[in-house]
């Protein structure tokens, strides 16, 4: 049966109501001699990574694992002694794309300058609610005081929403920091996908700087090409006093620039290590930790790679996205249990 094995593996991982299932016939056990770049990365920083969040990992095979890693062990002998490199759904290139953790002007008050609110997440918002068009015009969260902070850009909201968390520098000092507090229900549509439709760009020329650029130089269409998404994200205030610490994600830990991936957790555990060979203009071999998920993150092949905070960051995430493979890492059990041939 072509999900047996996916079922097999959802019940050893402890994780069968999130539904995790391979295809059997696309995932295989490889060496890690077949990983390109292997020896040549650090597998201590990787550690220090997997160390943050493992101890969240459900099942008894991560949570021994997890005890080893935290006795210090040398790191790339513990990878490579006690995980099996696992291929799922090599069948076709994967998709790597970027996010980042924006930073944008705000404030606590609503003025002339700042107008463009962050909102917590409404009580009654449960399963599929309003769209993005109707949240947006209906003024249905207004005066409830459900305003976390008021930015001066709407395009930079749209996108802080896009990248599920950031940093608010407020105009009567400080900073904030906000992450993901919840959405409406609606499956994210690509904006950038939709000017493609529209035949307003070519495909290579498409990315997050050129989006922002041309809702600004159209406004009104702009508007519009936004509400395409119907998806809208909510937030919540969150405590991170170390400014050098990287956003929560979806294992409520801070994440690390360029170690750490979103992925589909219907097909890669949260916390599990993954290889990823990143091909096009600067190439990547890297041991990530998938810590993190998206709204646009759907398939065994498909990864988003964090790469901090602030413009520079936003401006490589931006423009990345590039083929290649990437590769989960599993304890050796489960990944003879979910390649039982091999």
């Not at 005081?145 to 850009?153: N, P």
Request: aromatic fraction near 10%; include cysteine; hydrophobic fraction near 40%.
């Amino acid at each position: 049966m072509a999900w047996r094995r996916g079922i097999l593996l959802a019940a050893a991982l402890g994780l069968a109501s999130a539904g995790i299932a391979v295809s059997e016939e696309s995932a295989r056990i490889l060496s890690f001699d077949d990983l390109d770049g292997w020896a040549e990365d650090d597998h201590a920083e990787a550690m220090a990574v997997f160390q943050s969040t493992c101890s969240d990992m459900e099942g008894h095979d991560w949570e021994s694992l997890c005890a080893v890693a935290r006795s210090n062990p040398d790191p790339r002998a513990f990878f490579e002694l006690f995980f099996r490199p696992v291929l799922i759904g090599g069948d076709r290139p994967a998709l790597f794309t970027g996010y980042f953790e924006p930073e944008l002007e705000g404030s606590r008050f609503r003025s002339s300058r700042f107008q463009y609110p962050i909102y917590r997440l409404p009580p009654e918002v449960q399963g599929q609610w309003r769209t993005r068009a109707d949240i947006e015009t209906s003024g249905i969260l207004e005066g409830r005081g459900l305003e976390i902070a008021w930015v001066d850009d709407a395009v930079e909201l749209f996108f802080l929403q896009i990248q599920g968390s950031g940093r608010i520098r407020l105009a009567e000092g400080g900073t904030i920091r906000v992450g993901y507090g919840g959405r409406n229900g609606h499956e994210y549509r690509s904006v950038g996908q939709e000017m493609i439709r529209r035949g307003i760009y070519e495909p290579h020329q498409v990315s997050a700087q050129v989006i922002q650029s041309w809702v600004r130089r159209y406004p009104t269409a702009g508007v519009e090409l936004l509400r395409h998404n119907p998806s809208y994200v909510f937030f919540r205030e969150v405590d991170i006093d170390d400014p050098t610490l990287g956003p929560l994600g979806a294992m409520n830990r801070s994440i690390t620039p360029m170690r750490t991936i979103a992925v589909d957790p219907a097909h890669t555990p949260l916390g599990a290590p993954v290889w990823i060979e990143k091909d096009g203009d600067n190439p990547l071999r890297r041991l990530m930790v998938a810590q993190d998920t998206g709204g646009a993150i759907r398939g065994a092949q498909r990864a988003d790679v964090f790469f901090g905070y602030g413009d520079a960051a936003g401006s490589a995430a931006g423009t990345l996205r590039d083929p290649g493979r990437m590769v989960v890492l599993f304890p050796i059990e489960l990944a003879h249990q979910l390649v039982p041939d091999a």
